[in-house]
């Protein structure tokens, strides 16, 4: 199965951080949004898009990238993210809602709590510093297990 798995990590690196245990169970192929060429994707069979959230959506850069995409006939795709307030299902809509829009069957998503110093929470030193942590890691890798064994062809 050829995976890519398309991210944002700006911070500290806490995104990065998931996409490479997700991309090293997948053996995957790890770029930045700003470096991909739609007519790229064709060539995966999984596409995995995630960034930091920043004011309840995944970054502005990711959800370009999507709203640029032909329609995408049924490709698989996943969802994650790291966040100050760990929300999925509200975090994760936006984007959730541009992939369906470009036809994309989303087969899963993982979220997980990060060190967030934006906005005012840098003020008091922002929250949840040393996330993700070990245990958050492993929870990626056994969320990438499951894509695995579940979506290869």
Request: glycine letters at 10%; one cysteine or more.
């Amino acid at each position: 199965m050829r995976v890519l798995i398309i991210y944002v990590s700006i911070h500290h690196g806490n995104t990065r951080k998931i996409a490479r245990e997700m991309g090293e169970v997948l053996n995957a192929r790890l770029i930045e949004p700003w470096k991909v060429k739609p007519e790229e994707l064709e060539k995966y069979d999984l596409i995995g898009f995630g960034s930091g959230i920043y004011w309840w959506r995944h970054h502005r850069a990711l959800l370009k990238l999507v709203e640029s995409l032909p329609g995408m006939g049924g490709k698989k795709a996943f969802i994650f993210s790291t966040a100050g307030m760990d929300i999925p299902f509200y975090n994760h809509r936006a984007l959730r809602k541009k992939l369906r829009e470009k036809d994309f069957e989303v087969v899963g998503e993982f979220s997980c709590r990060g060190w967030d110093t934006n906005g005012w929470l840098a003020k008091i030193g922002g929250i949840n510093k040393g996330r993700p942590n070990e245990k958050d890691l492993k929870k990626a890798k056994e969320f990438a297990e499951k894509l695995k064994d579940n979506f290869s062809p």
